[in-house]
């Protein structure tokens, strides 16, 4: 997303929430790597691929809304 947008201001966001993804990856794989399992390659859903792909035609703000859900409806998750 931060390729496609303009905005350097809104690019910068896009490229910290990056950020923090991969601190949660991380986090998540620490586990595994501690018990002695190996996590394996970190690859985008397709889902992901086809948003990613949107985002390059059209800008970031048309797949915006489906990533705000999508991150708000696995956020509650985490809460139950």
Same mark, same amino acid.
């Given at each position: 997303?931060? @390729?496609?947008?303009?905005?350097?201001?809104?690019?910068?966001?896009?490229?910290?929430?990056?950020?923090?993804?991969?601190?949660?990856? &991380? *986090?998540?794989?620490?586990?595994?790597?501690?018990?002695?399992?190996?996590?394996?390659?970190?690859?985008?859903?397709?889902? !992901?691929? %086809?948003? !990613?792909?949107?985002?390059?035609? *059209?800008?970031?703000? *048309?797949? @915006?809304? &489906? %990533?705000? &859900? !999508?991150?708000?409806?696995?956020?509650?998750?985490? @809460?139950?």
């Amino acid at each position: 997303m931060a @390729l496609s947008e303009p905005d350097k201001a809104v690019a910068r966001v896009y490229l910290e929430l990056a950020g923090v993804a991969e601190k949660l990856a &991380t *986090f998540g794989e620490d586990p595994l790597s501690k018990a002695g399992a190996e996590a394996g390659p970190r690859k985008p859903r397709w889902h !992901s691929r %086809v948003l !990613s792909w949107i985002a390059g035609r *059209f800008g970031a703000q *048309f797949i @915006l809304p &489906t %990533v705000a &859900t !999508s991150e708000y409806q696995n956020g509650n998750g985490y @809460l139950q």
